[in-house]
């Protein structure tokens, strides 16, 4: 990394410039806040992210239930509200009308989507709804849950880095190019009496 490979610049040096040595104090704290603020942001918004999930998977276990329903027929072209229940990379879906009872009670009628191959009338296969008939999404599971933790906490950690080493690296350009600027200014005054004789005296 760039952060580190700037340290080298504390090392004494007769030549060293006072530039150099701010270098090295970006590069030193940017790999500080690196190793240190990187890691502690990822961990406490992945903290954060695996609560809310957590929350949301016992939310959904509770309002979430499977029922049982039974093909009146298998339909071909019509509006389906998705059933994610079905949607197996393992198993061949089918559009049916079809009915079910929902945890409340009340008697649902409608198109789904169904694992069945071959559905024919009467046959019976699972959804997952709401306390009132709705078909809804299969809840979240807990290991699911906190891989998505995972994964936002490693996220913010990475954002987190390459923040400080992109502003690490505006930083020693700005100063680079305020050196050059410097540079430039002397070669000015110095115009064209460099390398004559006398020249200075």
């Excluded at 610049?9 to 150099?20: G, I, K, P």
Aim: proline share 4%.
């Amino acid at each position: 990394m760039r952060a580190i490979s700037g340290l080298w610049r504390w090392r004494r040096n007769q030549l060293r410039r006072a530039t150099d040595l701010a270098e090295a104090w970006v590069a030193l704290v940017a790999l500080l806040l690196i190793a240190v603020a990187a890691p502690v942001l990822g961990s406490l918004v992945g903290a954060v992210a695996q609560d809310s999930l957590q929350r949301s998977v016992l939310e959904q276990q509770h309002s979430r239930h499977i029922v049982t329903a039974t093909v009146v027929r298998e339909l071909d072209g019509a509006r389906l509200e998705p059933d994610p229940d079905t949607t197996s990379a393992h198993g061949t879906r089918s559009r049916v009308l079809a009915d079910w009872t929902a945890p409340d009670g009340t008697r649902q009628h409608g198109p789904v989507m169904s694992n069945l191959k071959s559905p024919h009338h009467g046959d019976r296969f699972r959804l997952w709804t709401d306390p009132h008939g709705r078909i809804v999404a299969r809840p979240l599971d807990s290991a699911t849950a906190t891989t998505h933790a995972v994964l936002a906490g490693l996220g913010a950690a990475l954002l987190v880095a390459g923040t400080v080493e992109s502003g690490r690296r505006v930083i020693v350009w700005r100063m680079v190019r305020r050196r050059y600027a410097r540079w430039d200014q002397a070669w000015d005054r110095a115009g064209p009496d460099w390398g004559r004789t006398g020249t200075g005296s």
